[in-house]
C-alpha cells in the first residue's frame, strides 16, 4: 500500500469506534495492534444501526455534517497486513477515511462505515454487545455523558447462550484488566 509521494506504508492509523474501542477485544483480532490516543469526529452520529450476522444491531457512523453530532473512538496503530485481518472481522463495512480530532490537531485514519443493504433500524444489540462497547468508553476515559448516552439503548437478550456466555466472560475480563 502506498503513502503520501509514494512510498510504502507499513501502518495505519485505524479509528475504532464500536466493539473494538477495549484494547482486549482489539487484541483478541489483532495482537500487534497499539493503543496510540483517543479523539473524536464530527460530523456523524454513532448509532447501533448495522445488522449483523447474528440478527442483532451493531455500531454503525452515520454521516450527518452537523458540528452537533460527534463519536469518541480510540486510535490504533496497525500493520498493514493486520488491516486485511480486520476487514475479515468488519464484513458488511466499507472502509472510509475520517478527520480525527486528537489534542487540537486533526490526524486521517481509516474506519468503517456499514454498507446502505446492511443498515437497519429495526433491530437491537445483544446486551452484551453494548455493555463491551460502553466498558471501551469507560476504559478510555471517555465523558460520562458519552457513555450515558451509549448505555442508554434498549437492548435483546443473546439467544445463544453460548454465545451470550463467551462475551460476558470477556466483559468480566475487561472488567478486571
Same mark, same amino acid.
Given at each position: ?5 509514494? #512510498?510504502?506504508?507499513?501502518? $495505519? *492509523?485505524?479509528? @475504532? !469506534? ?14 500487534? @495492534? ?7 469526529? *464530527?460530523?456523524?452520529? $454513532? ?8 440478527? *442483532? @444491531?451493531?455500531?454503525?457512523?452515520? !454521516? ?22 480486520? +476487514?475479515?472481522? /468488519? ?18 485514519? %481509516?474506519? !468503517? ?7 437497519? +433500524?429495526?433491530?437491537? &444489540? %445483544?446486551?452484551?454487545? #453494548? +455493555? ?10 471517555? &465523558?460520562? *455523558? !458519552? ?6 439503548? +434498549?437492548?435483546?437478550?443473546? &439467544? ?7 462475551? /460476558? ?9
Amino acid at each position: 500500500m502506498k503513502g503520501k509521494w509514494g #512510498r510504502v506504508m507499513t501502518e $495505519l *492509523s485505524y479509528f @475504532a !469506534y464500536g466493539s473494538n474501542l477495549h484494547p482486549l477485544r482489539l487484541h483478541a483480532r489483532l495482537p500487534a @495492534a497499539r493503543f496510540k490516543q483517543i479523539g473524536y469526529i *464530527s460530523g456523524y452520529r $454513532l448509532n447501533y444501526g448495522m445488522r449483523g450476522r447474528d440478527a *442483532s @444491531a451493531k455500531c454503525n457512523l452515520i !454521516y450527518t455534517g452537523s458540528d452537533a453530532d460527534f463519536c469518541y473512538g480510540a486510535v490504533y496503530s496497525l500493520q498493514v497486513n493486520e488491516k486485511l485481518i480486520l +476487514d475479515e472481522h /468488519e464484513r458488511h463495512y466499507d472502509t472510509h477515511t475520517v478527520e480525527v480530532l486528537i489534542d487540537r490537531r486533526l490526524q486521517s485514519c %481509516f474506519t !468503517y462505515i456499514a454498507q446502505a443493504e446492511h443498515q437497519t +433500524d429495526s433491530l437491537l &444489540p %445483544f446486551s452484551w454487545y #453494548r +455493555d463491551i462497547v460502553c466498558h471501551g468508553g469507560r476504559f478510555l476515559g471517555f &465523558p460520562e *455523558s !458519552y457513555i450515558e448516552h451509549l448505555e442508554n439503548t +434498549d437492548v435483546q437478550i443473546d &439467544p445463544d447462550e453460548e454465545r451470550r456466555l463467551l462475551h /460476558e466472560r470477556l466483559i468480566e475480563d475487561i472488567r478486571t484488566d
